[in-house]
Nanobody
Framework: QVQLVESGGGLVQAGGSLLLSCAAS????????MEWFRQAPGKEREFVAA????????RYADSVKGRFTISRDNAKNLVYLQMNSLNPEDTAVYYC????????????????WGKGTLVTVSS
């Protein structure tokens, strides 16, 4: 069992940056690949970024490539999403999720989810 708690969301102006964190419980965090998803109002949940269990591989959605960076610290049971050059289209609830498969890109393939953190980007 893995419990995930996201933090770091908030209101930011277009062009700004935010750092999201996801804290995981349990001693098995390093055995899970991690992904970030987001869901905007009225839209389906979509893939944002993925990182392999040892941090050696990352993948990004085209919409965030070059602006967002995913990373992890297995010693601290943390995964991060650094978001730069934010625009209003990035407004969404951001979720971290854990899986044993990498990468999945699919919400339905994830084993555990956090409750999300809201990011609002004003124009």
């Amino acid at each position: 069992q893995v419990q995930l708690v996201e933090s770091g969301g908030g209101l930011v102006q277009a062009g700004g940056s935010l750092l999201l964190s996801c804290a995981a419980s349990g001693r098995t965090f390093s055995t899970y690949d991690m992904e970030w998803f987001r869901q905007a109002p009225g839209k389906e949940r979509e893939f944002v970024a993925a990182i392999s269990r040892n941090g050696g591989s990352t993948r990004y959605a085209d919409s965030v490539k070059g602006r967002f960076t995913i990373s992890r610290d297995n010693a601290k049971n943390l995964v991060y999403l650094q978001m730069n050059s934010l625009n209003p289209e990035d407004t969404a609830v951001y979720y971290c999720a854990a899986t044993k498969s990498y990468p999945t890109f699919r919400p339905g393939a994830m084993d555990y989810w956090g409750k999300g953190t809201l990011v609002t980007v004003s124009s």
